[in-house]
């Protein structure tokens, strides 16, 4: 069976901003490199599953809404975010190269418990946007508070930028947001930012 | 000679730059601080408009936004907007307006031949006079569309942009007077997030109505000076100017319109927008919006020069405008004095008019002490009016009970009439908030009841502070402002540091009492004479003379007195059989009047009468700034696939799909879609064609449970399916209604991935997880999540199909190895895929499905390996062909939610072995086991390549008229290439049994065609070739 993630180097790989120059100034836009996406359903309730997930990433999933928890590696690249969806959903962002490996313990450590794992890594790009008006940026289109008092550090919401789904992400204390979208709708979210930022 | 109002000194006016404007095409000057109508009453400007029904002579009312009259066309080609308000347009160099509602000019207007007419068109004229003949009403329609409308909408395409936002706060503070900034810079100091928005280029409310003379300037100046430093130093603290709060919903989630470029004309904007939408969730809201002076309803009040006493002293101060030479002030209270004062020291010849018998009292004695002749317990009974001015007004002595004038006619020589029948509290927001109003006797007016009142819920509550909750005096402002300030800040969470409890003690001294700055009434300073509608020397309503209470829709009292004669006498039905209180003015100068004139006709307190709703906006908003970005290619996402590059290169049309954009046909050179459709179709079933599948719905079902929600949620049944294989299932509602359809393939022992249409998909998983959530919650061990566009779907259809997958794959794919309904996961072009083996055209086919980051790829190596077999890329409307030949339904368009998986002739989709499935009951009740229900069948046309039109509906035999009896519609109908012929699926009643019998299709031209009704499937009726 082939790596899933990972197929030979002869095939080329795209993306839905692809084609699009970063944007670069005060505000700037970019796509990140891809990286590993799985869908985590299961009982937040069962300590089992709580212990079982907990070894195969390397920590605790998070039970408080809109949180994430990181686990932290020597080298940065390999550090993986677990972001609250729901009280029984969560998901992983880690390497590419990790993907498989990740997917195949999770499995491993939570075969017999009731759960999903599910590889949605394809189905979502992730969008920075940074800048000191990142988050004026953002407020063209989000309804949720954004500013510093409110949505902190290694916080994380499902909500929407105009008419798309987003789930955001601040990885740090840094005027810098992640913006996973669904593929089909990267476009508009990264048209709509980019129009944005020209008229501030 | 230009300007020939204006004062030699004084206003906040750049008097060392002069602008030049057009009004009417002829040419004005005025100044940077101007308004528009500063300027027109400058210039000495006084007709501005016609009125809305009698086209009677209107000038400038107001100085705000409460302006009644001066409505204008601003600007012209893209940029003209109607209807706005001469007293809050800022002049700007090169500014084109004009008057509207007349025609061919504002100084002769045709339409004021309906001012004779004006018998003919009481309250209600509308539902009266254009109600009989019915035949004529569209002869009607044309002249009261004409005769109606007031400005004229722009006919081009809007070359502005608009930007909207979301915006949080702990504190909004809506107003920026004296009030507002004191609330503002209280509850800032606690360290509270606070937004102060203020509808005026400057903040300062009334502060800067009287600010120059009288009151002090220096004082207040200074003071707004340093309110404004002190929330500039605070990060916190967001200051909007020239931004109007227009709505106040629930959940303190307000709406502000803020005109940011908009003062400096057309096109000056650079990148900055015209205007800019704040939606604004406040934790705490302080209202603090002020009042509005009420007019006093006398004979033929709405002559211009007859203005609110308030502007005339906001034109002197703030714009160093004298809008008469003698000035006329007509007053029940005290606030009017100012006023005369005021112009009596910019030079006017003044008098009073006081209804009152026996005003006493400061203000009364300085305007003795400069000679202001006091006309007491009178009333203005006639206007003189000729050549677009008044002359004189003609005053009378009331009558105690304030019913008629008596006595001998004084004629007072003037040009304008100040008039004041106090203030009226600013409570639209309040009153969308749900705050509930009180009657004040005191103040005879609406106020908020008590703060805590306003809201059933304690974590968002409102505070009313200053003039809008009737308290008048400065001080009062300003206490009722810093408390409200600091109320809220604690509400929100902000609770009063030792610093904020020091600053907030340092209030400024109370003015001495010649310096009050707000105006002054009600109990403390002077009562008021409860008297608003004055009588003249004929009966309201019954001489020539008009008593406007509504000057902005033409409604006079005769109009009050007509509806509560005719039985209208609630406040709503008032409302609207008069249209008092409607329209952009939403009854700021009228609505109280109103009541008053309603209250004196049923004998009936106010209280006792109700106000009627205020609804958003408070003063109009444009769709531009409604809309904001989301213009153009921002209006609607279009979503794409991520062959999308592919399909432009190769020049597909798109079709709209929900909100995707998928390939529809894709034409070669010359080629129109017929030909396109036809050759697209034709490789399908001869060679190999291509077509982009990624839009599906996919869901991934896991959990021990799956296969009970397959079960339950598709008609068929489930247990049986082995891993690796496919099934179609059809899904109906709890009506046995068919609402989607897709193949579901067993992955694992309890892992299935099922799929959808393309616009079911969000659907189809809202509904799987509403009946796991609600109705087997806690009991179904099932997890489904949406991987739709986790995969790209490439769908190779045709005899050739097999040869190109075998090419690029290193996996045996006959028919033995790799049999109809399966799937397997093995390496396409090097990529990891998920090969179906399903087929939606009939032919041989494979859904290859990979990530989607490998989508582009795999396309591109099925094209270039494809090339040999002819391979050639299908849109969705030869898909839709290919689909029906075989009589294969799409849901939503041969389903209508009225249709049952037996109506399709699918019955063998139906188990009639499982215990329970969603819609199962509802097969068995009578309407749906009923006989001679619609039934999908096929039609075939009299002339083989007539394309029936879809929709088109199906009839026994054609009669001459209607009625006749319906039998149903074509739901599918297309000109087939593989059938050689035109082809069509129709939902007829008894269909099944109607196969063989020739029936008619009614069309738009008023012929029909025979069709023979027959079974649905028009090509391979065996299905052997999607099973070879």
């Keep these: ?200 | 000679m230009t300007q020939v109002n204006r004062l030699p000194d004084g206003g906040r006016l750049n008097r060392a730059k002069v602008i030049r404007f057009w009004y009417d095409d002829k040419k004005y000057e005025g100044y940077p601080g101007d308004t528009l109508a500063s300027a027109l009453l400058a210039n000495g400007v006084r007709l501005v408009g016609r009125s809305f029904k009698y086209h009677r002579p209107r000038g400038i009312f107001s100085a705000g936004a409460e302006e009644p009259n001066a409505l204008v066309q601003l600007e012209s080609g893209p940029y003209t907007e109607p209807n706005r308000r001469a007293t809050e347009v800022e002049l700007y160099e090169g500014l084109v307006a004009h008057s509207q509602n007349c025609w061919p000019s504002v100084g002769f207007d045709l339409g004021a031949l309906s001012s004779r007419l004006s018998r003919l068109l009481p309250a209600g004229f509308y539902y009266k006079t254009f109600m009989w003949p019915r035949a004529l009403w569209m002869t009607y329609e044309k002249f009261i569309r004409k005769a109606a409308g007031l400005g004229r909408a722009p006919s081009e395409p809007d070359p502005d942009s608009y930007d909207k936002l979301h915006a949080h706060c702990d504190v909004l503070v809506v107003g920026g007077g004296p009030a507002g900034l004191r609330a503002a810079c209280a509850a800032g100091a606690t360290g509270a997030r606070v937004m102060l928005v203020d509808e005026a280029n400057e903040v300062g409310g009334h502060l800067l109505l009287g600010q120059h003379t009288d009151i002090g300037g220096l004082v207040a100046n200074r003071w707004i000076t340093e309110r404004l430093a002190e929330l500039n130093q605070m990060a916190q603290a967001t200051l909007l100017t020239r931004t109007t709060v227009t709505g106040y919903y629930d959940y303190n989630f307000l709406v502000a319109n803020e005109r940011v470029t908009e003062h400096l004309g057309p096109n000056r904007g650079d990148k900055a927008p015209k205007e800019r939408l704040w939606k604004i969730r406040a934790k705490q809201v302080v209202l603090a919006t002020g009042s509005i002076e009420r007019p006093l309803v006398f004979a033929d009040n709405d002559r211009p020069g007859v203005m609110l006493a308030s502007a005339v002293r906001a034109y002197i101060n703030r714009f160093g405008v004298l809008p008469g030479k003698r000035i006329v002030v007509l007053t029940n209270n005290d606030s009017a004095y100012h006023t005369a004062l005021d112009a009596k020291r910019a030079g006017a010849a003044v008098e009073i008019v006081d209804i009152r018998p026996d005003p006493a009292g400061e203000p009364i004695e300085w305007a003795r002490s400069l000679d202001i002749p006091i006309h007491v317990n009178s009333a203005l009974s006639a206007v003189g009016y000729a050549r677009g001015k008044i002359t004189q007004v003609t005053v009378m002595t009331l009558s105690p009970d304030g019913n008629e004038v008596r006595g001998e006619a004084r004629h007072l020589r003037c040009d304008v009439v100040a008039v004041s029948g106090g203030w009226t509290p600013t409570v639209h927001l309040f009153s969308q908030a749900k705050g509930k109003l009180e009657f004040s006797d005191d103040l005879h007016c609406f106020v908020p009841a008590a703060a805590d009142d306003a809201t059933d819920d304690t974590t968002h509550s409102l505070f009313c502070a200053g003039a809008c909750r009737g308290s008048y005096t400065l001080a009062e402002c300003l206490t009722e402002g810093r408390d409200a300030g600091l109320a809220a800040a604690a509400a929100a969470g902000f609770a009063d540091t030792p610093e904020t409890v020091a600053e907030a003690a340092v209030e400024p001294a109370p003015p001495p009492a010649s310096q009050r700055h707000a105006p002054q009434y009600g109990p403390r300073y002077g009562p008021m004479r409860a008297l608003w509608i004055l009588p003249c020397d004929h009966p309201i309503g019954e001489g020539a003379k008009k008593h406007f209470h509504e000057l902005h829709n033409d409604s006079t009292i005769a109009d009050i007195a007509l509806a509560a004669r005719e039985g209208f006498e609630s406040v709503e039905h008032l409302k609207r059989y008069t249209t008092t209180g409607m329209g952009t003015d939403q009854g700021k100068t009228s609505n109280l009047n109103a009541l008053v004139a309603l209250s004196d006709l049923r004998g009936a307190p106010i209280p006792a009468l109700g106000a009627t709703t205020f609804r958003p906006p408070y003063t109009p908003l444009t769709f531009g700034a409604i809309i904001g970005q989301e213009r153009r290619e921002l209006f609607l996402q279009k979503r794409t696939t991520p062959m999308h590059a592919w399909h432009d290169r190769h020049g597909a049309v798109y079709e709209d799909v929900g909100d995707w954009k998928r390939p529809f046909y894709f034409p070669k050179e010359g080629e129109d879609m017929r030909a396109a459709v036809r050759r697209e179709c034709l490789a399908a079933r001869n060679a190999v064609g291509i077509l982009d599948a990624s839009t599906l719905g996919k869901i991934d079902i896991v959990g021990e449970d799956a296969v009970k929600l397959l079960n339950m949620v598709y008609t068929n049944a489930w247990n049986r399916l082995a891993p690796g294989r496919c099934r179609y299932g059809l899904m109906v509602n709890e009506h046995g209604m068919v609402f989607d359809d897709g193949v579901t393939t067993r992955l694992g022992e309890h892992h299935y991935h099922m799929t959808t249409t393309t616009g079911g998909a969000a659907r189809v998983l809202n509904w799987l997880e509403e009946w796991l959530q609600t109705e087997w919650f806690g009991r179904a061990k099932v997890y489904c999540t949406s991987v739709t566009e986790q995969w790209a779907v490439a769908s190779i259809s045709g005899p050739h199909s097999r040869a190109l997958l075998a090419e690029l794959c290193e996996q045996p794919v006959d028919g033995e190895s790799f049999p109809f309904m399966s799937m397997q996961q093995f390496a396409v072009a090097g990529i990891p895929a998920r090969v179906f083996r399903i087929s939606f055209t009939g032919e041989l086919a494979f859904e290859i499905n990979v990530p989607a980051r490998f989508g582009l790829a795999l396309w591109q190596a099925l094209w270039q390996a494809g090339e040999k077999y002819g391979i050639c890329p299908y849109g969705t409307e030869a898909m839709h062909v290919l689909r029906a030949e075989k009589g294969f339904i799409i849901a939503g368009q041969d389903t209508d939610g009225t249709v049952t998986p037996m109506d399709l002739g699918m019955d063998w989709l139906v188990s009639k072995t499982k215990d329970d499935f969603v819609g199962k009951r509802s097969f068995s009740r009578t309407d749906t086991a009923r006989a001679g229900r619609k039934q999908l069948v096929g039609l075939r046309t009299e002339t083989p390549d007539f394309v029936l039109p879809e929709g088109a509906h199906v009839v026994e035999k054609l009669l001459d008229a209607p009625p006749m009896k319906m039998l149903g519609h074509v739901s599918s109908s297309y000109l087939s290439p593989n059938a050689g012929r035109s082809i069509a699926l129709a939902l007829i009643k008894d269909g099944f049994k109607r196969k063989g019998e020739t029936l008619e299709v009614a069309l738009t031209d008023g012929g029909s065609h025979r069709v023979t009704v027959t079974d649905t499937v028009f090509f391979d009726s065996e299905g052997e070739r999607a099973r070879d």
């Design chain 1, 1 to 200: 069976m082939t790596d899933e993630h990972n197929p030979p180097a002869t095939v080329t790989p795209t993306s839905p901003a692809h084609h699009r120059e970063p944007v670069e100034g005060k505000t700037s836009l970019r796509e990140l490199p891809w990286c590993a996406k799985i869908n985590l359903r299961g009982e937040a309730h069962n300590a089992r599953f709580m212990s079982a997930t907990a070894e195969a990433l390397g920590v605790a999933l998070p039970t408080e809404p809109n949180t994430t928890a990181t686990a932290k590696t020597e080298t940065e690249t390999d550090d993986a975010t677990v972001f609250w969806l729901g009280p029984d959903e969560w998901l992983l962002h880690c390497n590419l190269a990790r993907a498989d490996t990740v997917l195949q313990q999770l499995q491993q450590k939570l075969a017999p418990l009731h759960h999903a794992a599910t590889d949605v890594t394809d189905y979502y790009t992730v969008l920075e946007l940074s800048g000191k008006d990142a988050a004026a940026t953002l407020a063209r289109g989000c309804p949720l508070d954004l500013h510093e008092r409110v949505f902190q550090a290694t916080q994380c919401a499902q909500t929407r930028f105009g008419n798309a789904g987003v789930l955001l992400y601040k990885p740090n204390a840094e005027p810098v947001f992640q913006i996973q979208v669904r593929w089909s709708f990267a476009g508009y979210v990264w048209d709509y930012l980019a129009k944005v930022i020209d008229s501030l």
